[in-house]
């Protein structure tokens, strides 16, 4: 199979090369922009599996951004991650209110992000298996 | 206030007194007060609540108000306007009791010298702009600062970040094969790393301690479970010391009412203070027991081998960003913020935590927590206003994620949500929605308790499945639900049995049944 294609949209450009490094040893192919406008533009473009996405960014903000994607019909169906320095329920609620799949704290631990992506994958291993079903007795 | 006359309200209704009074006002410029007067209490509170009074003077024998009532009533009707208390000889101690409750000042009948008046009225209103104005810039440095602990905390994070993953990759030889010397000094870096981020968290936690924003969820939570996560959590910090780490519980020791998240913070705050104040070769032990002075409440005690703490400073360091001056401990790094978390932790959750020590002798930290008794949550269901012979109907609702992907923290969050919700579903006040039940597993279980006939019981969850559908949140996050209920036969209470005996038999009962529904889900 083909490598998976991630794109990882945050300002910090250390915070970039980082994560390109760690999902290239994993074998994901990665795609990059710097704020939410080209954040936007890059999904079109590339139209990656899965988008790894900050909140705070210029031109916008990642609550923008996912607000653009789920306008765009290919678009609104790749999964986000949001992995933010922003923290409180608060954020965390919005942003999956916004239709993220997960939300991780920075500094992110990459062992739980490299899980949370094979989990929004749909890759094997590692994976919570879903909790339950309803099973009422009525 | 130059020119603009002060605003003067007397409330007095001896005619003698009052005579007095506007006697001493006529000596003064005729623009400097305005005197407005009344009898009552009832007229001065809706004088009052129109505004415009700059300053009271009440008396405290009133026809419809007396004594230290007249206070609060009038600092009730106007909590800005400074009051002065008009007392008769004998009535110095009450007096002194209504600067108490909110008087600026107190004048004694037939002792006010000449010209004091005025000049009483005038200092308590300085007076009283003064402190209000204090208490305003305390205030907005409290926010001030608190957002600013917000903001830097958040502003560390990037960098942070960086710096890990970083390291990290290096690590895991990302970068190509390091050598061992290599390794460990990453590993050094790393270890530190995480001691910046453990900080970082601290004061963010703090300026939400001050906002009073923690989240705290009460529920049925294992102390063996808390116990055992700490231990296990904080095992390498302390085998890296040669401290021996232990826990032990002694006799039956269940469950406490406390959320089990913070519960784990708590212990692993005193644990990880605990290890580094402890010298090589120590020993730290977490011990649990019914606390002997209130058997209501379970007596935890974190106890250490290490260097101690000055006895008169055993409450001070409770205190926020307290620091033990001792040089000897100035590589026992930190913000001073662990046990000012701690305390408002355990105090938000019934609790009390205090510590003992001598120098050099080590230090035992102890906290309570109220012990957790479904008996107690389901008294009200078997109040003497119900009819205890009907059917006991055990409500499950079931809320699990379809995908897995929601993080503990958001399905929590969701899950509050959701309890809110069943709370409305309720059949009466005298149903019982029980806290989540540690037990229940991952999938949020939540339980409620009724006395309905079988009908009920349907109606009940028909109710709550309608509502849970519609419920827009729980849809966006993907969540499932599922709501079913069991009957217990009649139970009826025994001639010879107490009321207590018999709560504590259809508790156990209902227990039993709780236990077949979080068994059947495990299956």
Redesign the interface.
């Not at chain 2, 942070?160 to 993953?165: D, F, K, N, Y």
């Given at each position: 199979m083909a490598s998976r294609k991630i794109l990882i949209v945050d300002d910090?450009a250390?915070?970039r090369l980082?994560?390109h490094?760690?999902l290239k040893?994993n074998q994901y192919e990665t795609f990059f922009a710097a704020d939410a406008f080209s954040g936007v533009a890059e999904a079109r473009k590339q139209r990656p599996d899965l988008i790894i996405l900050d909140l705070g960014l210029p031109a916008g903000d990642g609550f923008t951004v996912m607000e653009r994607l789920r306008q765009i019909p290919f678009l609104a169906v790749i999964p986000v991650i949001v992995v933010s320095?922003?923290?409180g329920?608060g954020n965390?609620?919005r942003a999956?209110?916004a239709g993220a799949?997960?939300?991780l704290?920075?500094?992110?631990n990459?062992a739980e992000l490299l899980a949370?992506i094979r989990?929004?994958l749909g890759e094997p291993a590692g994976?919570?298996?879903?909790?339950?079903?309803?099973?009422?007795?009525? | 206030m130059k020119g603009k006359p002060l605003q003067v309200l007397l409330v007095e209704d001896n005619a003698g007194d009052v005579r007095l009074f506007r006697e001493m006002f006529s000596k003064e410029k005729h623009d400097a007060f305005q005197l407005t007067h009344l009898l009552r209490m009832s007229e001065a509170e809706t004088h009052l609540a129109k505004g415009g009074v700059d300053i009271v003077l009440l008396d405290l024998g009133l026809p419809d108000g007396h004594g230290l009532d007249t206070v609060r009533r009038a600092h009730a009707a106007a909590p800005d306007v400074p009051l002065i208390v008009l007392t008769g000889l004998d009535d110095e101690a009450l007096a002194a009791e209504a600067m108490n409750a909110g008087a600026q000042d107190y004048l004694i009948k037939g002792q006010i010298e000449n010209r004091a008046l005025p000049r009483a009225l005038r200092h308590a209103v300085e007076r009283h702009r003064m402190q209000t104005e204090t208490d305003l810039i305390r205030t907005n440095q409290m926010q001030f600062k608190d957002e600013f602990l917000s903001h830097v905390s958040h502003e560390l994070r990037s960098p942070l970040t960086a710096v890990r993953q970083f390291v990290t990759i290096l690590l895991d030889g990302l970068a190509g094969e390091l050598n061992v010397e290599q390794h460990q000094y990453l590993e050094i870096v790393l270890r530190n790393v995480k001691q910046l981020h453990s900080m970082i968290n601290d004061l963010f936690e703090v300026s939400g301690v001050q906002a009073g924003k923690l989240k705290i969820e009460l529920q049925c939570t294992s102390v063996s479970d808390a116990m055992g996560y700490t231990v296990n959590t904080l095992q390498g910090a302390a085998a890296a010391k040669g401290i021996v780490l232990s826990s032990d519980i002694a006799g039956k020791v269940t469950s406490v009412c406390a959320d089990p998240a913070r519960l784990r913070q708590i212990l692993i705050i005193l644990v990880d203070n605990a290890l580094k104040f402890t010298p090589q070769n120590g020993t730290v032990t977490i011990q649990a027991r019914i606390f002997e002075e209130d058997p209501d409440f379970l007596l935890l005690e974190v106890a250490d081998s290490g260097c101690g703490i000055d006895p008169e400073m055993t409450e001070r360091i409770f205190e926020r960003l307290f620091q033990a001056s001792d040089p000897d401990a100035a590589d026992h790094n930190g913000l001073g913020l662990g046990l000012y978390i701690c305390k408002d932790l355990v105090t938000r959750q019934n609790g009390k935590i205090w510590a003992k020590s001598e120098l050099g002798q080590g230090s035992i930290f102890s906290l309570t927590f109220p012990i957790f008794s479904l008996s107690k949550l389901l008294a009200p269901a078997f109040s003497e206003k119900r009819q205890t012979e009907c059917p006991i109907t055990l409500i499950s609702i079931e809320i699990g994620s379809q995908t897995g992907w929601l993080s503990n923290e958001v399905r929590a969050e969701q899950c509050r949500g959701i309890r809110d919700l069943l709370r409305g579903c309720l059949y009466s006040d005298l149903d019982v929605l029980l806290p989540k039940m540690d037990s229940a597993g991952p999938a949020e279980v939540s339980f409620i308790v009724a006395i309905t006939d079988g009908i009920g019981g349907a109606a009940i969850c028909k109710r709550i499945r309608k509502q849970l559908d519609s419920s827009e949140p729980l849809q966006q996050a993907g969540l499932t639900h599922s709501a079913s209920y069991r009957s217990l036969e009649a139970i009826k209470r025994n001639s010879t049995e107490s009321k207590e005996d018999f709560l504590e038999r259809v508790t156990s009962d209902i227990q039993g049944l709780m236990n077949e529904v979080i068994l059947s889900r495990h299956v």
């Amino acid at each position: 199979m083909a490598s998976r294609k991630i794109l990882i949209v945050d300002d910090n450009a250390d915070i970039r090369l980082g994560m390109h490094l760690r999902l290239k040893a994993n074998q994901y192919e990665t795609f990059f922009a710097a704020d939410a406008f080209s954040g936007v533009a890059e999904a079109r473009k590339q139209r990656p599996d899965l988008i790894i996405l900050d909140l705070g960014l210029p031109a916008g903000d990642g609550f923008t951004v996912m607000e653009r994607l789920r306008q765009i019909p290919f678009l609104a169906v790749i999964p986000v991650i949001v992995v933010s320095a922003r923290d409180g329920l608060g954020n965390q609620k919005r942003a999956y209110e916004a239709g993220a799949k997960a939300f991780l704290q920075k500094p992110v631990n990459d062992a739980e992000l490299l899980a949370v992506i094979r989990q929004a994958l749909g890759e094997p291993a590692g994976t919570n298996k879903p909790t339950l079903q309803g099973q009422g007795s009525v | 206030m130059k020119g603009k006359p002060l605003q003067v309200l007397l409330v007095e209704d001896n005619a003698g007194d009052v005579r007095l009074f506007r006697e001493m006002f006529s000596k003064e410029k005729h623009d400097a007060f305005q005197l407005t007067h009344l009898l009552r209490m009832s007229e001065a509170e809706t004088h009052l609540a129109k505004g415009g009074v700059d300053i009271v003077l009440l008396d405290l024998g009133l026809p419809d108000g007396h004594g230290l009532d007249t206070v609060r009533r009038a600092h009730a009707a106007a909590p800005d306007v400074p009051l002065i208390v008009l007392t008769g000889l004998d009535d110095e101690a009450l007096a002194a009791e209504a600067m108490n409750a909110g008087a600026q000042d107190y004048l004694i009948k037939g002792q006010i010298e000449n010209r004091a008046l005025p000049r009483a009225l005038r200092h308590a209103v300085e007076r009283h702009r003064m402190q209000t104005e204090t208490d305003l810039i305390r205030t907005n440095q409290m926010q001030f600062k608190d957002e600013f602990l917000s903001h830097v905390s958040h502003e560390l994070r990037s960098p942070l970040t960086a710096v890990r993953q970083f390291v990290t990759i290096l690590l895991d030889g990302l970068a190509g094969e390091l050598n061992v010397e290599q390794h460990q000094y990453l590993e050094i870096v790393l270890r530190n790393v995480k001691q910046l981020h453990s900080m970082i968290n601290d004061l963010f936690e703090v300026s939400g301690v001050q906002a009073g924003k923690l989240k705290i969820e009460l529920q049925c939570t294992s102390v063996s479970d808390a116990m055992g996560y700490t231990v296990n959590t904080l095992q390498g910090a302390a085998a890296a010391k040669g401290i021996v780490l232990s826990s032990d519980i002694a006799g039956k020791v269940t469950s406490v009412c406390a959320d089990p998240a913070r519960l784990r913070q708590i212990l692993i705050i005193l644990v990880d203070n605990a290890l580094k104040f402890t010298p090589q070769n120590g020993t730290v032990t977490i011990q649990a027991r019914i606390f002997e002075e209130d058997p209501d409440f379970l007596l935890l005690e974190v106890a250490d081998s290490g260097c101690g703490i000055d006895p008169e400073m055993t409450e001070r360091i409770f205190e926020r960003l307290f620091q033990a001056s001792d040089p000897d401990a100035a590589d026992h790094n930190g913000l001073g913020l662990g046990l000012y978390i701690c305390k408002d932790l355990v105090t938000r959750q019934n609790g009390k935590i205090w510590a003992k020590s001598e120098l050099g002798q080590g230090s035992i930290f102890s906290l309570t927590f109220p012990i957790f008794s479904l008996s107690k949550l389901l008294a009200p269901a078997f109040s003497e206003k119900r009819q205890t012979e009907c059917p006991i109907t055990l409500i499950s609702i079931e809320i699990g994620s379809q995908t897995g992907w929601l993080s503990n923290e958001v399905r929590a969050e969701q899950c509050r949500g959701i309890r809110d919700l069943l709370r409305g579903c309720l059949y009466s006040d005298l149903d019982v929605l029980l806290p989540k039940m540690d037990s229940a597993g991952p999938a949020e279980v939540s339980f409620i308790v009724a006395i309905t006939d079988g009908i009920g019981g349907a109606a009940i969850c028909k109710r709550i499945r309608k509502q849970l559908d519609s419920s827009e949140p729980l849809q966006q996050a993907g969540l499932t639900h599922s709501a079913s209920y069991r009957s217990l036969e009649a139970i009826k209470r025994n001639s010879t049995e107490s009321k207590e005996d018999f709560l504590e038999r259809v508790t156990s009962d209902i227990q039993g049944l709780m236990n077949e529904v979080i068994l059947s889900r495990h299956v």
